[in-house]
């Protein structure tokens, strides 16, 4: 049920932000009409199965455990500082482990079904989506993560980065859903691609040597 309600908040978030980019989408596809779908039970009986295997020093009961504490802390809307005490508390981890657990998987959760409602999207609409890359930009973060912002990938590339290097864990990174043109190149405007050009200039000025 947790993954459930987790992947519907993560659903509704791109029906927002499509309906905004098309009036096609807006007019035909609303969020009752997506968690209706097959396609979206699919997803979601698949996200259950696969959840939390990638913690493999967790017993099955923990996993089962935390998977509870994110799912109700995804769906309330909870940000992961916010919930590491009760994982910490009900999992008896350090709170460093619980913050890495709750980083790494609300951030995920929602990410893995934006992503899927976009896949979604452009074989029913016909729509061309690119994933525009948001970094934190925190003193934590990876380098090759801050590279990515502002920068717009295709899903499969967000996918392969998230399973390599370990990339997925203590991510704060986001993607948001955005229309590219019949060349493939991202519809955004020059005012947000010099902010967010500007705002990863400020990071590297401040944390990277050299």
């Given at each position: 049920v947790y993954d459930s309600e987790a992947?519907?908040?993560?659903?509704?978030q791109a029906v927002s932000n499509l309906s905004r980019l098309s009036p096609a989408y807006a007019a035909s596809r609303t969020l009752r009409e997506v968690?209706?779908?097959?396609?979206?039970r699919n997803r979601v009986g698949m996200a259950q199965i696969k959840s939390y295997d990638?913690?493999?020093g967790l017993s099955g009961g923990m996993r089962s455990e935390l998977s509870q504490i994110i799912g109700r802390a995804v769906a309330d809307g909870k940000n992961p500082r916010?919930?590491?005490?009760?994982?910490?508390?009900r999992l008896g981890v350090s709170m460093k482990a619980a913050m890495q657990y709750a980083q790494t998987d609300i951030t995920d959760t929602l990410r893995q079904a934006r992503m899927a409602e976009d896949d979604q999207a452009e074989q029913d609409f016909?729509?061309?989506?690119?994933?525009?890359w948001a970094s934190a930009l925190i003193p934590a973060t990876r380098p090759w993560h801050a590279s990515r912002n502002g920068k717009v990938f295709t899903r499969a590339e967000v996918r392969t980065f998230y399973s390599e290097r370990g990339n997925r864990y203590r991510c704060h990174c986001s993607?948001?859903?955005?229309?590219?043109?019949?060349?493939?190149?991202?519809?955004l405007s020059d005012r947000l691609k010099g902010t967010m050009s500007e705002a990863l200039a400020k990071w590297e000025k401040a944390n990277v040597k050299g």
């Open positions: 992947s519907q908040l993560g659903a509704a968690i209706f779908s097959e396609p979206y990638h913690w493999t916010a919930v590491r005490a009760e994982i910490s508390e016909g729509l061309r989506i690119g994933e525009l993607v948001t859903s955005c229309l590219l043109d019949a060349n493939g190149k991202p519809l």
